[in-house]
């Protein structure tokens, strides 16, 4: 029975050694740690293609983490780890797309239908108070000689 | 009482009929029109290569290399390799990839062609005895491989999915890159006319 367990713990430990050990290493530097963190964020997984590295588990994503990693303890800037990968892999792996012309519809479309949508509205809510300020006429002599004695004896 | 004023939904109804409809119908319209696009966008889902992401190495060198040979083999691969074999195609494949067994038989028949151009490969993160097993098991239509163990050289080609190919033309810029397995109809439509444009 002792023998028994005592090959259950070892084969316990030993386990993790069997399977393949995509274990993120997080780097020493609080501060570079941070910084590279950050960056897993910002960094596409070409792979899934809807997750940043970060929150990816695929093999590809784990070594770009690595590589970020690599790039930024060895004094890199953001900036320069980011144009790294964008001069491999393009403009899709930035999570936040670069502005220009093929793009444009991604960045400004959104507020441009946001003014054309305001522009309506206060448009046609003008045009359907127009109408009504038309309506207010003042009173004919006929109805104010109606309304006095109205107002006069609390309509009484 | 005689002289009442108009009632102002009277006023509202009295406007042109037709004029109204079109400013009703506009916003209905635009968003018609951005459904329209977006369902389009998802229908190409469909469609095979519709996620395959555009090459930021098109018209680029090729990325400066050196690669150790797979095991069992004498010599590795290097940019240099490539560049001096004129118009070649350049194949990352892996044994633990299956599509890259799907596509395998198309290169060794194109290997055995007169007119084929330099095959080279590029061994993507393989353990050294599994590419050099697949590699007997299956044949190997490749002039010379290299062993990138550590998938840096793939990240420097922007490899994402193996199997990729390169299409390199006799400067040594890369020319196309083709995501996923290789068909016969990838091959002779678009691979094959492509180099022999390069060529001529």
Request: charged share 25%; with cysteine; aromatic share 8%.
């Amino acid at each position: 029975m002792r023998w028994v367990l005592a090959l259950a713990t070892v084969l316990l430990l030993v386990a993790p050694l069997a399977t393949r050990a995509a274990v993120d290493r997080p780097l020493d530097d609080r501060a570079l740690e941070a910084r590279a963190l950050k960056l897993h964020q910002e960094i596409r997984c070409l792979v899934c293609q809807g997750q940043s590295i970060a929150d990816s588990n695929a093999t590809l994503a784990f070594d770009l983490r690595a590589l970020v990693r690599e790039r930024v303890a060895a004094g890199d800037s953001d900036a320069t780890v980011l144009d790294f990968l964008h001069a491999r892999y393009g403009d899709f792996v930035l999570l936040e797309p670069p502005v220009k012309p093929a793009t444009y519809a991604l960045w400004f479309g959104p507020p441009v239908l946001l003014v054309i949508g305001g522009l309506a509205v206060f448009v046609v809510l003008r045009r359907t108070r127009r109408p009504n300020d038309a309506a207010l006429k003042p009173l004919s002599e006929a109805e104010r000689r109606a309304l006095e004695p109205l107002l006069r004896d609390d309509g009484r | 009482m005689s002289e009442q004023p108009e009632p102002i939904v009277a006023q509202e109804l009295a406007r042109p009929i037709a004029r109204r409809r079109l400013w009703f119908a506009l916003p209905i319209l635009v968003f018609v029109g951005i459904a329209a696009a977006l369902v389009f966008g998802l229908g190409r889902q469909g469609d095979e290569h519709a996620r395959d992401l555009p090459s930021a190495l098109i018209d680029k060198p090729l990325p400066a290399f050196t690669l150790p040979p797979v095991e069992g083999y004498e010599v590795g691969l290097s940019d240099a390799d490539i560049k001096a074999a004129g118009v070649s195609i350049l194949n990352v494949f892996a044994s633990w990839c299956g599509p890259c067994q799907v596509e395998h038989p198309i290169w060794m028949a194109y290997a055995k062609q007169s007119d084929a151009v330099p095959l080279f490969g590029l061994n993507s993160k393989d353990q050294p005895e599994n590419a050099a097993n697949w590699l007997k098991k299956l044949g190997d239509p490749y002039k010379l491989i290299g062993a990138d163990r550590d998938g840096r050289v793939s990240i420097d080609f922007g490899v994402y999915g193996v199997p990729e190919t390169f299409v390199i033309d006799a400067t040594g810029r890369i020319v196309l890159k083709h995501i996923g397995v290789m068909t016969r109809k990838d091959l002779d439509q678009t691979i094959l006319p492509l180099i022999a444009r390069l060529k001529g």
